[in-house]
């Protein structure tokens, strides 16, 4: 839990308690003791580690079959951010067929007009204006992507069970394991790992 948070939630509890103390429901106040409250110089939201290509591919070994494979797809490879990894719709994917000097390839275009905020709630004000924009993902990443939002009509890629989309709680629940295991990267730096294969792997300017 980050220091801010603990804070909180401790000032938050002993103005609860105090009145239960008031009115002799309990004899103290747990919340008068010194906590140690977390260290900021730990904290794992400090992380600027990224992978590069064939840690993405392992990575989405890893989740592949799983509710987690699409949201890691389309930051791994589609440079989404986190909360708009989960505001893809299956007619937001679309196959393509593109040039690309002699050769004709396929790629998936994953539109990203939506973000998913806190707990489930659908915003389609992105980050700035800039932000509305088609996510062009190459090769078996953009293929699996595309077979996963096949037959899925207008609705989210990834869904609740009721119709709604996937909230951020539960996707960073889903990823904390693979987050010790990976030492502490966030799953934000996997749109940093993504652009800086752009330029430094695949030798292409990140957009």
């Known amino acids: ?25 309990i004899g103290s106040n747990p919340l008068d003791a010194d906590y140690v409250m977390p260290a900021r110089s730990t904290s794992v939201e400090r992380s600027r580690e990224t992978l590069d290509v064939p840690g993405m591919l392992s990575l989405w070994g890893r989740v592949r079959g799983t509710w987690l494979e699409a949201p890691v797809l389309a930051m791994c490879f589609g440079g989404a951010r986190v909360a708009e990894s989960l505001g893809v719709r299956a007619g937001d994917v679309r196959l393509r067929r ?25 915003d389609d004000r992105l980050k700035n204006r800039w932000s509305v924009r088609p996510a062009i993902m190459p090769g078996s990443p953009g293929a699996r992507m ?11 890629l990834v869904d609740d069970g009721d119709g709604g989309p996937v909230d951020k709680y539960a996707l960073r629940r889903g990823w904390e394991p693979i987050q010790r295991d990976l030492g502490g990267l966030l799953m934000k730096n996997l749109r940093a790992s993504w652009e800086t294969a752009l330029r430094w792997s695949l030798k292409l300017p990140p957009g």
Do not use: H, K, N
């Open 1 to 25: 839990m980050p220091r801010s948070v603990a804070q909180q939630s401790s000032q938050a509890l002993r103005s609860i308690l105090s009145y239960a103390v008031r009115y002799e429901a």
């Open 98 to 122: 593109v040039t690309v000097g002699d050769v004709e390839v396929s790629v998936a275009v994953v539109f990203l007009r939506t973000q998913i905020r806190g707990a489930g709630v659908a």
């Open 146 to 156: 595309a077979e996963l939002a096949a037959g899925r009509g207008e609705g989210w």
